[in-house]
C-alpha cells in the first residue's frame, strides 16, 4: 500500500519537462501569431489613413473645380492641370484630366492624388462637370 502512494505521490508532484517544453512551444506560437497580427493592423492602419487623406484631397480639388464651372469663371475645366496640396501635415501632388463627352456642355474630370511628386496613384476621382 506504500509503493501505491509513493507513486500517486510522484504524479501529482508537477510537470515532466517534456510537458513543460511543449507549453512553452505553444506559448510561443501563440505570441508570434499575436505579434503578426498586430504588426499587420499597424500597417493596414497606415494604409487606410493615406487612401482616406488622398481622398480628401482629391474631393477638395473637384470641388474647386465645380466651383470654378459653376461661377464659369473657366470653362471649360483645364486640361491636364496640376498642383500641390497640404493636408495632415504632409504634402499631396495631384493632377487633374479633363476629357469631352458626347454633350458639348459637359466634361468628364479626373483627379489622380499621390503622396510623392512621382509616386504611385494613391487615389483616383472622376466625376462630370457641366456648364451651366
Known amino acids: 500500500m506504500g509503493a501505491i502512494r509513493y507513486k500517486q505521490a510522484q504524479r501529482a508532484g508537477g510537470f515532466t519537462l517534456v510537458e513543460t517544453m511543449f507549453a512553452l512551444v505553444i506559448f510561443a506560437i501563440g505570441a508570434l501569431a499575436a505579434l503578426n497580427m498586430a504588426t499587420e493592423q499597424l500597417r493596414s492602419t497606415s494604409i487606410l ?34 498642383g500641390e496640396m497640404e493636408m495632415a501635415g504632409m504634402q499631396w501632388f495631384w493632377e487633374q484630366q479633363v476629357l469631352e463627352t458626347v454633350t458639348p456642355d459637359l466634361r468628364e474630370v479626373t483627379i489622380r492624388v499621390r503622396d510623392t511628386a512621382e509616386g504611385q496613384v494613391v487615389v483616383e476621382l472622376s466625376s462630370y462637370v457641366g456648364r451651366r
Open 49 to 82: 489613413e493615406t487612401r482616406y487623406f488622398a481622398q480628401q484631397v482629391a474631393s477638395n480639388r473637384m470641388a474647386e473645380v465645380h466651383l470654378e464651372a459653376r461661377n464659369q469663371t473657366v470653362w471649360p475645366p483645364v486640361d491636364e492641370f496640376s
